[in-house]
C-alpha cells in the first residue's frame, strides 16, 4: 500500500503563491505516475496536473504558465507550485499516486485547502 500526506494548503489573496507537498511511503517502488486533483464546493473532482517517473508533466489548460509539478524520487515527493493564483483555483487539492499496490491502482492522499480571495 502506498500512504500519501499532503501539506501546504492555505489562505492568499489573488495573484499570489502557494506551494503544495505530497509525501508518498510505503510501498513507494509501485509508484510510476503522480500528480494532483482539485475539488471546487459543488463540482467534480477535477485533474490538475501529473508527473511521470521519468519526469514527463501534464497540466489542465487552466493552470498551464501558472502551476509548475515537479517531483523528488529520492525523497518520494511530489510538489505543486501554484503562482498568479485566481479566486476560481480554491478548491481542495488532492495528491494521488498511480500504483498496482494501491485499491483500483490509485491511492489518494486526504486534501488540503487552498482559498483564494479576490
Known amino acids: 500500500q502506498v500512504q500519501l500526506v499532503e501539506s501546504g494548503g492555505g489562505l492568499v489573496q489573488a495573484g499570489g503563491s502557494l506551494r503544495l507537498s505530497c509525501v508518498a511511503s510505503?510501498?513507494?517502488?509501485?509508484?510510476?505516475?503522480m500528480g494532483w486533483y482539485r475539488q471546487a464546493p459543488g463540482k467534480q473532482r477535477e485533474w490538475v496536473a501529473s508527473?511521470?517517473?521519468?519526469?514527463?508533466?501534464n497540466y489542465v489548460d487552466s493552470v498551464k504558465g501558472r502551476f509548475t509539478i515537479s517531483r523528488d524520487g529520492a525523497k518520494n515527493t511530489v510538489n505543486l507550485q501554484m503562482n498568479s493564483l485566481k479566486p476560481e483555483d480554491t478548491a481542495v487539492y488532492y495528491c494521488?499516486?498511480?500504483?498496482?499496490?494501491?485499491?483500483?491502482?490509485?491511492?489518494w492522499g486526504q486534501g488540503t485547502q487552498v482559498t483564494v480571495t479576490s
Open positions: 494521488y499516486a498511480h500504483s498496482y499496490s494501491c485499491k483500483d491502482q490509485v491511492c
Open positions: 510505503g510501498s513507494t517502488f509501485s509508484i510510476n505516475v
Open positions: 508527473i511521470t517517473s521519468g519526469g514527463r508533466s
